[in-house]
């Protein structure tokens, strides 16, 4: 609340409280009958238009406040007699002992509509508002709101609601002779009421018995009715009282009286008022309070350095220049708009500029209003920080600058000429009101309409520099000027803005006029502005034809060449300029423009008009770049003056449309340029719908981008890297016959390693390609069957294995898709023949066929498989003690070296780490793919920033690890292994992306339909292959990992030093042990302290032990299916004796198995016995142990396993140990048959396939010693499972 409203005096304030009871008690007696004490402010909610009161019923809130339009209750705040402020205020005021009157003001915002034109505020609905409740004396003065209504209720006979009658209203009921009058201040006193308008104006109601309201009216004013004085002057400050009212008014600047106080009511005389002598020259006043029997009360402040002249003297100008603006809205401007010739005007070229400008001229005159509001609440001028002119002018002239814009935009266009054509016949009408609208604006007459009507509208603009002069005054004044400084270079640079503006309109406007209109049809526009042109600054066209005159002319937004009657036009935002180098030539004086698709070499005419127009045409095209697109492709453009650009940039955003004979003819480029070409992210159409988004390069296509076309109504789509427009790299296609392929491209054909899903066939390659066709090694599969061998040109070529529809397993060598020479094939039922073949499935010469009895034929075989074969040979029956299931001895030798297989993804990831080739990598190769790694995160980053998982991952790895030490430690190997796991979830980095690869070529090969148990083999080698080759690529990244020549020990770096010191073990400069090579059946010799560490100090390095924890995850679905295929029968024998065991008892069963009785010890540690309690105990013994050794399938590597495995038997050893209180060592007699009972009880389905996978693939190193010891006793009890003899 403003200082106004609050009491000079702590004794007024004691005064208040104690009588407000007495007030109120009166106030709501008929409403409510509480009586409860309140302070002298309130807050409430108002919306900005009041429902029908008549619907509402009055609510009282908890302490008694009523709410009587159904709104958010009235809360009472402390009682400190101090008011609230807030942005939005409402009035809400009674008075006086026997109260039978309130009044509430509620801000609502001002749309007015005439004559078709709408013309909105800029001001917003109500929103948040706070509302006071005063005592006697008093006063509340809201913040800057526009449109008002006064809403009354209470006792009326003395007419004192305002409603025109002598009537009482129970509710609140609009004042409808306040409506929209601005009103912002509100006084009661006992009868009667005051309201002050924004303009300065004075309404007063009620009680008129001693003249306090008009000296020449009658005893009552039923209806708000307009004071004189305020109509002559402005008034600021006003308070009534019982019988005299005090009006606080400011003379105009220059006056020789500052202003003073009148006073109306008994003993005056005139209708004007009588003027306190002793105010004439009082500073603004702080308070101004009027009371029963014409007591009166004034505070003000010395003004001994002017400065509270110097505000009053701005408050007054200030009303004074709003009410002028008001009287021209309302005498001019309303009333051109609700002409009859406004509605085919605003169809005119004119017709947008125009209604804009009458638009923003409403909002500014708004603005103003709300200006004289927020001044008139200025008592000191520190509070002018409050002030939006000072405290936040940027925003406060931005109205000003909207409406200037709009105005230039009108003049340039001359359509104030064309205005005062349209309008004449009102104008000449209204000659009366034209010559008063001037006379009050001081401003001198002249015939000339156009002048009138331009100098009237321009008055508002001419207002910013009358501002600037305003508030360097009153700095002058002050002793600490510093908080004007903002405002005043704000105002400063506004009004050299408006100044240079005007100017150019002036200039452009006489440019239309000189130049014919076959020239300016279609180059006319209102924002457009000449800033040079080549008759006035001389320009030629270097080479140009003398028949045709070449002229030059520069807008703010376009280059224009206009040659005879035709002109070209050149966007800024596509114009780049250079400049001749060559001194002392022709060249010196040349200017060169480069445009997409065009260029102007100029010629000027000397170097004084040379640098004048190179200074010109940059300052041009920034400050057109400064508002026109700051934000990169894909963002919205900014387009303000706020943020200007300092230099002209070379790279650009802009939208073209290519007009020359080419490939791009027709097609629309949006995006970023650089020296007339597309340059940077951007996005191309053509005209048959085909749209490119993505990266361009010196005008060509290049980068990252995605191609969307449509072939037959049918969308294809293209994503990858692009090289003049060819794909070339990456890339992932979705065709429109439904085919999709997702690998590398060269000149925008197949080349590399790819997949290749085809609907038409049902089919899937993937593989290598060269030139758009298969070549090298690849997998097909076609519904089924399997061909997984080398290619040349789409044709099978070279060694390969195929797996048929029927189950026939076929291996040898290809050629143009047959199967020559040396193959083999197998059927399903285990029959095999391996010799010469002619065909797929046709054999000629020599070979050997062997049944699946054991018998085998041994001669010449001619025919087909599929229709018969003529065979010529001797027929062997299989020995009784023959092995009947055996491989053929070509089986896995005619097919394609496993370290020959998937070639090319190597290659990718060893180019993408710029380390191409086979050679070893070196220190200058880790550097160079680390700058590749952070080169790919730092695009990615930019360009994926809007995908969470993306973003996660690239804040994760964007940080390169310590990498290239001199020596491994433990703790340096462990933080490799972090990272990798990292990379491996991340398919964008090389790491990921090979990785993610690998699987999917691997789950192709080996899983699926065409699955068959023969291809474990293939399967184990290839998976031993990739491993170690994705290992090489990891020491790239990471040299000091150990070769893969041996396992190799690393220590931690605790024990590194404590080894060094000892002398027990010669360590390498690389950190490994070079005599502790483990060697088959060797042990690695370690120091007596060393064996003293824990074990987690040291550590073995394999190849496998690091890669398939990363590997296994994703391969070992495929990889432990053809396992179980290949031992099927086995494990389904194993599986049925394991299910009888498991129906005995744990007593039966321990001692079928011949587990000493010492060793039957149930979960709780007791032993059993042999009675009946005992009989019936089942899955009691050894339970923990079960459990652990039953996790073993879930673990996906063989070390992890080997660990379950090591756990299990260390858990029976502490069982046992717990249960047994004399000393033992185990012997194998005593732990084969307890191992053996935790087996059966574990029910590892697959037991069998297990053990094999864990026997293939671990490292040989861990097939020695304790774990090798405990692998060799699972080995043995699954045996021992399978033989031994069921109970």
């Given at each position: 609340m403003p200082a106004e409203s609050v009491d000079s005096t702590?004794?007024?304030?004691?005064?208040?409280k104690e009588k407000l009871p007495q007030y109120m008690g009166s106030m709501w007696n008929s409403i409510t009958k509480s009586s409860s004490a309140v302070t002298s402010a309130v807050h409430t909610h108002l919306v900005s238009k009041i429902p029908l009161l008549d619907k509402l019923k009055p609510q009282v809130s908890a302490n008694g406040v009523v709410d009587d339009m159904g709104l958010t209750p009235i809360v009472l705040p402390p009682q400190t007699g101090e008011a609230s402020s807030g942005n939005k205020c409402n009035t809400l005021e009674t008075r006086e002992d026997n109260y039978q009157m309130s009044l509430l003001k509620a801000a609502t915002s001002q749309c007015i509509k005439k004559g078709g034109l709408p013309l909105a505020s800029s001001l917003s609905e109500s929103q948040l508002a706070t509302s006071s409740l005063t005592a006697p004396q008093q006063e509340f003065s809201s913040s800057a709101c526009i449109g008002t209504e006064v809403w009354s209720w209470g006792g009326g006979e003395h007419g004192q609601l305002g409603h025109g009658d002598t009537l009482d209203r129970p509710h609140p009921c609009l004042v409808s002779s306040l409506l929209d009058l601005q009103v912002y201040r509100v006084h009661c006193s006992l009868h009667s009421a005051l309201a002050l308008t924004t303009d300065g104006k004075v309404y007063g109601w009620g009680d008129n018995t001693h003249k306090q309201l008009l000296y020449k009216a009658g005893p009552v004013l039923l209806q708000a009715t307009v004071l004189p004085i305020s109509v002559k002057l402005p008034v600021t400050n006003l308070t009534i009282g019982h019988e005299h009212t005090l009006l606080r008014v400011i003379y105009p600047v220059g006056a020789v009286s500052k202003g003073g106080v009148f006073w109306m009511g008994s003993n005056c005389l005139n209708e004007l008022g009588t003027r306190l002598q002793f105010t004439n020259n009082l500073g603004h006043p702080l308070c101004m309070g009027a009371g029963p029997n014409s007591i009166s009360s004034l505070s003000t402040l010395n003004d001994e350095n002017g400065v509270h002249t110097e505000l009053s003297q701005l408050i007054a100008s200030e009303i004074q220049f709003y009410r002028v603006l008001l009287d021209i809205?309302?005498?001019?401007?309303?009333?051109?708009?609700?002409?009859?010739?406004?509605?085919?005007?605003?169809?005119?070229?004119?017709?947008?500029?125009?209604?804009?400008?009458?638009?923003?001229?409403?909002?500014?005159?708004?603005?103003?209003?709300?200006?004289?509001?927020?001044?008139?609440?200025?008592?000191?001028?520190?509070?002018?920080?409050?002030?939006?002119?000072?405290?936040?002018?940027?925003?406060?002239?931005?109205?000003?600058?909207?409406?200037?814009?709009?105005?230039?935009?009108?003049?340039?266009?001359?359509?104030?000429?064309?205005?005062?054509?349209?309008?004449?016949?009102?104008?000449?009408?209204?000659?009366?009101?034209?010559?008063?609208?001037?006379?009050?604006?001081?401003?001198?007459?002249?015939?000339?309409?156009?002048?009138?009507?331009?100098?009237?509208?321009?008055?508002?603009?001419?207002?910013?520099?009358?501002?600037?002069?305003?508030?360097?005054?009153?700095?002058?004044?002050?002793?600490?000027?510093?908080?004007?400084?903002?405002?005043?270079n704000c105002l400063e640079k506004e009004k050299l803005h408006l100044s240079a503006q005007f100017n150019l309109a002036?200039?452009?406007?006489?440019?239309?006029?000189?130049?014919?209109?076959?020239?300016?049809?279609?180059?006319?526009?209102?924002?457009?502005?000449?800033?040079?042109?080549?008759?006035?600054?001389?320009?030629?066209?270097?080479?140009g034809s003398k028949l045709y005159k070449n002229s030059f002319a520069l807008f703010n937004d376009v280059f224009v060449h206009i040659q005879g009657q035709v002109h070209k036009i050149y966007p800024l935002e596509k114009l780049w300029i250079e400049s001749g180098t060559s001194k002392g030539t022709l060249h010196e004086l040349e200017i060169h423009l480069i445009m997409p698709e065009a260029s102007l070499t100029l010629l000027a005419s000397n170097t004084a008009e040379k640098a004048e127009w190179m200074w010109v045409l940059s300052q041009t095209v920034t400050n057109w770049l400064s508002s026109y697109k700051l934000e990169p492709f894909g963002h919205h453009p900014v387009n303000h003056r706020g943020n200007m650009l300092r230099t002209t940039p070379a790279h650009r955003v802009a939208t073209h449309m290519f007009y020359k004979s080419g490939p791009l003819q027709g097609a629309v480029y949006k995006g970023m340029w650089l020296k007339g070409k597309m340059h940077g992210d951007g996005q191309i159409m053509w005209a048959d719908g085909k749209v490119y988004t993505g990266q361009f390069s010196d005008g060509v296509i290049k980068g990252y981008g995605k191609m969307v076309s449509k072939i037959d109504g049918k969308v294809e789509s293209i994503e990858g890297h692009w090289i003049n427009g060819k794909l070339h790299g990456f890339a992932k296609a979705r065709y429109a016959n439904g085919d999709f392929y997702t690998g590398f491209y060269k000149d925008h054909q197949f080349n590399g390693h790819g997949v290749l899903k085809q609907k038409s066939t049902s089919s899937v390659y993937i593989g290598e390609w060269k030139n758009g066709r298969k070549h090298g090694y690849g997998v097909l599969d076609i519904k089924g069957e399997k061909y997984l061998g080398q290619w040349c040109r789409d044709t099978k070529q070279g060694p390969a294995l195929q797996i048929t529809l029927d189950g026939s397993y076929m291996e040898g060598t290809f050629h143009n898709n047959k199967l020559i020479g040396q193959g083999l094939i197998m059927t399903s039922d285990d029959t095999y023949y391996e010799g010469n073949f002619t065909g797929l499935n046709e054999v000629n010469g020599r070979g050997v066929m062997m049944m699946s009895t054991g018998d085998s034929i041994t001669g010449t075989f001619d025919g087909s498989w599929a229709t018969g074969i003529k065979v010529t040979g001797v027929y062997s029956k299989a020995s009784p003690t023959e092995d009947t299931v055996r491989l053929p001895q070509l089986f896995g030798k005619l097919s394609t070296d496993h370290d020959l297989k998937w070639v090319e993804l190597f290659h990718h990831s060893k180019v993408a780490l710029g380390c191409a080739g086979d050679k070893a990598a070196t220190e200058e190769d880790c550097e160079k793919a680390w700058e590749k790694v952070a080169v790919l995160f730092a695009s990615l980053r930019s360009r994926n920033a809007?995908?969470?998982?993306?973003?996660?991952?690239?804040?994760?790895?964007?940080?390169?690890?310590?990498?290239?030490?001199?020596?491994?430690?433990?703790?340096?190997?462990?933080?490799?292994?972090?990272?990798?796991?990292?990379?491996?979830?991340?398919?964008?980095?090389?790491?990921?992306?090979?990785?993610?690869?690998?699987?999917?070529?691997?789950?192709?090969?080996?899983?699926?339909?065409?699955?068959?148990?023969?291809?474990?083999?293939?399967?184990?080698?290839?998976?031993?292959?990739?491993?170690?080759?994705?290992?090489?690529?990891?020491?790239?990244?990471?040299?000091?990992?150990?070769?893969?020549?041996?396992?190799?020990?690393?220590?931690?770096?605790?024990?590194?030093?404590?080894?060094?010191?000892?002398?027990?073990?010669?360590?390498?400069?690389?950190?490994?042990?070079?005599?502790?090579?483990?060697?088959?059946?060797?042990?690695?010799?370690?120091?007596?302290?060393?064996?003293?560490?824990?074990?987690?100090?040291?550590?073995?390095?394999?190849?496998?032990?690091l890669i398939f924890p990363l590997l296994m995850p994703k391969v070992y679905e495929p990889l432990f299916h053809l396992y179980a295929l290949q031992n099927e029968a086995a494990d389904e024998k194993y599986w049925s004796r394991v299910q009888r065991f498991n129906k005995q008892c744990d007593l039966t069963l321990l001692s079928y198995l011949g587990v000493p009785e010492k060793f039957w010890i149930i979960k709780e540690g007791n032993s059993l016995d042999a009675d009946l309690n005992s009989m019936s105990i089942k899955n009691g013994c050894y339970v923990e142990a079960i459990e652990i050794l039953q996790r073993l399938s879930t673990y996906l590597t063989p070390a992890e396993k080997l660990q379950s495995l090591q756990l299990t038997f260390d858990k029976i050893n502490t069982v046992v140990k717990n249960h047994l209180t004399e000393k033992f060592v185990w012997s194998m007699d005593d732990l084969f048959p307890v191992f053996l009972f935790v087996v059966i009880r574990s029910r590892l389905r697959y037991l069998g396939s297990e053990i094999q996978l864990m026997d293939d693939l671990m490292d040989d190193h861990l097939e020695y010693g304790e774990l090798g010891l405990m692998f060799t006793t699972l080995k043995a009890c699954h045996l021992q499972i399978q033989t031994e003899k069921l109970l």
């Open positions: 702590a004794d007024s304030k004691v005064k208040v809205q309302s005498e001019l401007v309303e009333p051109i708009i609700q002409s009859d010739n406004m509605t085919d005007m605003l169809d005119s070229p004119i017709g947008e500029a125009l209604q804009h400008m009458f638009e923003n001229l409403f909002i500014l005159v708004d603005s103003i209003g709300v200006n004289c509001q927020e001044l008139s609440g200025v008592s000191d001028a520190s509070e002018l920080r409050n002030v939006s002119l000072v405290g936040n002018c940027r925003s406060y002239m931005t109205s000003f600058s909207v409406y200037a814009t709009h105005f230039h935009n009108l003049l340039a266009m001359n359509g104030l000429s064309k205005l005062v054509e349209r309008v004449k016949p009102i104008l000449l009408r209204n000659g009366s009101t034209l010559t008063s609208l001037l006379e009050r604006c001081q401003l001198e007459f002249t015939e000339d309409l156009v002048v009138t009507i331009s100098v009237l509208l321009q008055l508002p603009l001419r207002r910013v520099s009358e501002y600037h002069d305003a508030v360097e005054r009153i700095q002058l004044q002050l002793e600490d000027g510093s908080m004007l400084v903002s405002s005043l002036e200039s452009t406007r006489i440019f239309w006029e000189n130049w014919p209109t076959a020239v300016t049809e279609g180059l006319k526009e209102s924002h457009r502005r000449l800033v040079r042109e080549s008759q006035t600054l001389p320009l030629s066209l270097l080479g809007n995908q969470v998982k993306k973003k996660f991952y690239a804040e994760q790895l964007e940080k390169i690890p310590l990498h290239n030490l001199p020596s491994m430690s433990l703790e340096h190997y462990r933080s490799i292994r972090q990272y990798l796991l990292k990379a491996c979830e991340c398919d964008f980095h090389p790491l990921g992306l090979l990785l993610s690869n690998l699987v999917d070529v691997y789950r192709t090969s080996y899983s699926g339909t065409g699955t068959h148990p023969r291809l474990l083999t293939h399967a184990r080698e290839e998976l031993m292959s990739i491993t170690h080759r994705y290992y090489d690529v990891i020491r790239i990244l990471f040299p000091e990992l150990p070769a893969e020549c041996s396992p190799q020990k690393i220590l931690s770096k605790s024990c590194l030093e404590l080894t060094n010191s000892s002398g027990d073990l010669e360590v390498t400069t690389s950190g490994h042990m070079t005599n502790n090579n483990i060697a088959l059946g060797s042990e690695i010799p370690q120091s007596a302290e060393i064996e003293d560490k824990n074990t987690e100090d040291c550590e073995i390095i394999t190849p496998t032990l």
